[in-house]
């Protein structure tokens, strides 16, 4: 009498719980280098204040200033450089080419630096920060404030003439 043998195609619980153990350790392992990076405002603001102290060491003056909405003194941080102004070349004067012997025309424009900070919020105190040629800058108390957050919680940092950005203490008051 033959006796057929059936079988099912199918993993066992075994090997279906070694494949998951497999795979969770090797998501573990990956997800930190695949993730994104969410690097901090205090972080973002600290590499702008050295890219605009370079810039400026490179004979470009910098200026920081704030681009603020609204009736607030608040808003987004931009950059603008000290550059030479461009003659419009439909002018009279490039046309008859009298402009020679004219002195430059500077004038700021805005430059990118690539770790400003994109956030609003911030403030300046004075309003508009500059960065020199010899590697100074114009001292300065730089704040950000969150959305819906009384002032008194404010996150301050000081900016001394050499460039170092420092966060200060919120006492709350």
């Known amino acids: 009498m033959p006796t057929s043998r059936t079988t099912t195609k199918g993993f066992t619980l075994v090997e279906i719980l070694v494949v998951l153990s497999i795979v969770g350790v090797l998501a573990s392992v990956m997800l930190p280098r695949i993730s994104f990076y969410f690097e901090p405002s205090s972080a973002l603001l600290q590499r702008a204040i050295e890219d605009a102290g370079n810039l400026a060491l490179s004979g470009t003056p910098v200026r920081l200033s704030i681009k603020s909405e609204g009736a607030f003194d608040r808003g987004v941080i931009i ?6 102004k461009e003659e419009d070349e439909h002018s009279l004067s490039a046309f008859l080419g009298t402009n020679k012997n004219k002195p430059e025309v500077l004038e700021w424009k805005k430059t990118e630096l690539k770790s400003l900070p994109e956030d609003d919020g911030w403030k300046f105190e004075p309003k508009i920060i500059y960065f020199y ?17 009384p002032e008194r919680e404010a996150d301050n940092y000081v900016l ?8 200060l203490e919120n006492r709350g008051y």
């Open 79 to 84: 950059a603008e450089a000290l550059t030479k």
């Open 133 to 149: 040629a010899d590697g100074s800058c114009s001292p300065a108390k730089i704040s950000q404030l969150g959305k819906n957050l």
């Open 160 to 167: 001394t003439v050499t460039g170092y950005c420092m966060k």
